[in-house]
């Protein structure tokens, strides 16, 4: 599987972005999606992730702001971020792992999220 991942770009505070993960290669319907973030100087973060059957998860500070979704049809999964906050900032990656998998083993490049105060 391979990842592409697009949509980032400056957006002001209290703005929206919406974030898209294009998949190639087959049974993209059987692979848990995962965004993660990094800023500047931070670790590593995990946002959300998206199981095969629909199950959601959230980084606590994203709920209710964030919503993670899979388009099985297209091979894409999106997240659709409101309510932007200048900790926000980073860049986002989407990750693919494999129904029973802990390990993604798949990773897009990343898209730069730039929320400005």
């Known amino acids: 599987v391979q990842l592409q991942a697009s949509g980032g770009g400056l957006v002001q505070a209290g703005g929206s972005l919406r974030l898209s993960c294009t998949a190639s290669g087959r049974f993209f319907s059987s692979y848990g999606i995962g965004w993660f973030r990094q800023a500047p100087g931070k670790e590593h973060e995990f946002v959300a992730h998206i199981r095969s059957g629909g199950s959601t998860y959230y980084l606590d500070s994203v709920k209710g702001r964030f919503t993670i979704s899979r388009d099985n049809a297209k091979n894409t999964a999106s997240l659709q971020m409101n309510s932007l906050k200048p900790e926000d900032t980073a860049v986002y990656y989407c990750?693919?792992?494999?129904?029973?998998?802990?390990?993604?083993?798949?990773w897009g490049q990343g898209t730069l999220v730039t929320v400005s105060s």
């Open positions: 990750a693919a792992r494999s129904t029973g998998s802990v390990e993604y083993a798949y």
